[in-house]
């Protein structure tokens, strides 16, 4: 069937614009165009990590100054023990770890201590650690008021281990709901001055 010149024209259109559509994508936009789109994208790329850069550069002195701060005071003395021998300190431990019990919580059972055992201070760079380890029988509230008040208030204590268990009484007369045995260790630390050599 031959088709009118109409029709030919119609169709010399669209294999035309085929032709240009597939000749853009193909020669055209491979070649150029998506190459200066990658670079437009990785100037932009380049652009942000200019700015994070130039504002760390910018804040270069402020944290020089810090920094500068921080290594002539390193130790907060706040947030240490007072003592200045490892033996005084054990006594400023055990003294703070009796204060800082929850003796009389709101509610539940409160805190009693079993046994304590002082451990050897260990000399960590300029600071010296003094620990202790304490067996406790605590309800749940008193416990974890006392552990709050252990690591929360200076001079701040670390605890180094701790173990909890439900308390099971020998005297099935006396109910132990609710106890606990709790094991644990607790450390300080002190700075102790360099010793000045003598002439």
Not at 6 to 35: S, T
Not at 54 to 75: G, I
């Amino acid at each position: 069937m031959k088709l009118s010149s109409r029709v030919q024209r119609y169709i010399a259109i669209a294999l035309a614009m085929l032709a240009g559509v597939f000749l853009y994508f193909f020669l055209i936009h491979w070649w150029l165009v998506a190459p200066l789109q990658r670079i437009n994208e990785e100037e932009h790329a380049l652009q942000a990590s200019y700015q994070r850069f130039s504002a760390l550069v910018a804040q270069r002195e402020e944290l020089q100054a810090r920094l500068d701060l921080q290594r002539q005071h390193p130790l907060s003395s706040r947030g240490l023990l007072t003592a200045r021998e490892p033996e005084v300190a054990m006594s400023q431990l055990m003294q703070l770890m009796s204060e800082r019990l929850s003796l009389e919580p709101a509610t539940g059972i409160s805190c009693s201590v079993l046994n304590r055992v002082p451990q050897i201070g260990v000399s960590e760079g300029p600071l010296v650690s003094v620990a202790v380890s304490v067996d406790l029988e605590c309800g749940i509230e008193s416990l974890t008021g006392t552990l709050h008040r252990l690591e929360s208030k200076p001079p701040y204590l670390l605890i180094d281990t701790l173990s909890i268990q439900r308390l099971v009484s020998q005297d099935t007369t006396q109910s132990s709901s609710g106890r606990l045995s709790v094991k644990l260790q607790v450390r300080g630390y002190l700075s102790i001055s360099p010793a000045v050599g003598h002439e």
